[in-house]
Nanobody
């Protein structure tokens, strides 16, 4: 019933940009907060950015300024604009939905629905 599907990943050179999308269906999009997470081989999944229904957002401190999260409620789509990409940004990127008034990049627990991920690879 509920589907969360990421797209837009790929191979890009360092310094380049990518825009990830996440299309959600089967849920009341406007009532959910959304987050982007990423996971590299051998590492735990970590929060990248999140956004609440009003559009207010939070970011992992080290990424703020390069990454921008946004949402289009009419299209039930979440976005992550990634600029000035670095090799250390290489990871599988996931979007997730949480039925909450606020959001956090510090915990995965509040997020109920998860996509299957889209791979981002940044070459030197």
């Amino acid at each position: 019933q509920v589907q969360v599907v990421e797209s837009g990943g790929g191979l890009v050179q360092a310094g380049g940009s990518l825009r990830l999308s996440c299309l959600a269906s089967g849920l009341l999009f406007d009532e959910y907060a959304f987050g982007w997470f990423r996971q590299s081989p051998g590492k735990e999944r970590e929060g990248v950015a999140c956004i609440v229904r009003s559009g207010a957002s939070n970011y992992r401190a080290s990424l703020k300024g390069r990454f921008t999260i946004s949402r289009d409620n009419a299209k039930t789509t979440l976005y992550l604009q990634m600029n000035d990409l670095k090799p250390e940004d290489t990871a599988m990127y996931y979007c997730a939905a949480a039925l909450a008034s606020g959001c956090s990049v510090l915990s995965k627990n509040p997020y109920t629905y998860w996509g299957q991920g889209t791979q981002v690879t940044v070459s030197s």
